[in-house]
């Protein structure tokens, strides 16, 4: 048991790390955005949102609600202004086969949940 979580530790910080890389194409400024990227509202974000481009026709409030109903109310619509400023000034980072990127971000995501689930259990 012991050795199955360590793999899944180890198996977990490697996605994360592939997170990370694919965030910083699509959100250069993402490190702004959260304090950490796999928190539960951050993992929900990062899911509905993989690239900027999704959240293009999200307006400051729609997003806001999004954010407080999944930080239960910790997060505000200040946050949803500096995510929508800062993707403003990143400027366009769709690139080529962007639609397989987005199902590159999503599948770490689950990726990442599915290994919380394995390490809780």
Do not use: C
């Amino acid at each position: 048991m012991v050795n199955q979580r360590r793999w899944v530790a180890k198996n977990l910080s490697g996605t994360l790390k592939k997170l990370h890389q694919q965030l910083g194409y699509h959100y250069p400024s993402y490190k702004k955005f959260f304090s950490e990227v796999d928190g539960k509202t951050e993992l929900v974000f990062w899911w509905r949102f993989p690239s900027p481009h999704h959240s293009q026709e999200t307006t400051e409030e729609e997003l806001a609600k999004f954010l407080r109903v999944l930080s239960h109310n910790g997060l505000s619509t200040k946050k949803a202004v500096q995510i929508k400023e800062l993707v403003e000034m990143d400027e366009d980072t769709k690139l080529d086969f962007q639609d397989k990127r987005d199902f590159i971000v999503r599948s770490l995501v689950q990726d990442i949940r599915n290994s919380d689930e394995e390490r809780a259990a």
